[in-house]
């Protein structure tokens, strides 16, 4: 069993792993976007997709 001090150190670094992988992806979106983005020039914009996706919605009885 680990003791108190050790447990906490352990709950302590592996906070900070998360912290670091998720700055890591963080970064990576970044890169992407300053890049253009991923999904290229012929990519819809999301907010017609969602707009899209609430009109089919609508149209079924279901809010989106």
Do not use: F
């Amino acid at each position: 069993m680990l003791t108190l001090p050790l447990a906490s150190l352990l709950g302590v670094l592996r906070r900070r792993a998360r912290w670091e992988r998720n700055r890591k992806l963080l970064a990576g979106i970044e890169r992407d976007l300053a890049e253009g983005g991923p999904a290229g020039e012929d990519a819809p914009d999301a907010a017609a997709v969602l707009d899209r996706g609430g009109a089919a919605a609508r149209a079924v009885g279901r809010t989106p």
